[in-house]
């Protein structure tokens, strides 16, 4: 929960969380994101992580969405197989959009892959991305085929702009 108090001049934010941590469990979890995790425990940097393995699927849980907004920074770990959650796109999409309208800090961190081949989505990146394309395709309902392609166009400049 985001408490946010008015004063005299200006508002100011109490975040709940230090750190959102964004990540892709199976590349990850039981590595680096877990050492990363405790060494910002360790420091004393509260930080959201989501102990449970994401689904696949268009929208984020409701907590997922509350406790990016409840944070102060995002720490967004890119790896080979980020960009194939649909997820952890929506979270990099819903960070960006904190980063732009509140000033969250985002730091990416590319784990075993370059910056290029996120911005430009090439080799795993553009592997993913043909994989929700062909969900996409495959889809039979107008309606929610065009949801699809829109939200592969905002994956894909939330993928370009966080490589930036």
Known sequence: MVIITEEASSSTIDYVYDVFLS????????SF????HKALEDANIKTFLDDTEIETGLYLKP?????????RASIIVLSK???????????????LEQHRDF??????????VEPTDVRKQ???FEDAMAGHKQKMEAETNAEKKNEWAQKMDIWKNALTQVAN
């Open 23 to 30: 990540f892709r469990g199976a590349d990850t979890r039981n």
């Open 33 to 36: 994101t877990n050492h990363l």
């Open 63 to 71: 907590e997922l969405e509350s406790a990016i907004r409840a944070s």
């Open 81 to 95: 197989n980020y960009a194939s959650s649909t997820w952890c796109l929506n979270e990099l999409v819903l960070i």
């Open 103 to 112: 000033k969250q800090i985002v730091i990416p961190i590319f784990y075993h």
């Open 122 to 124: 090439q080799n795993s």
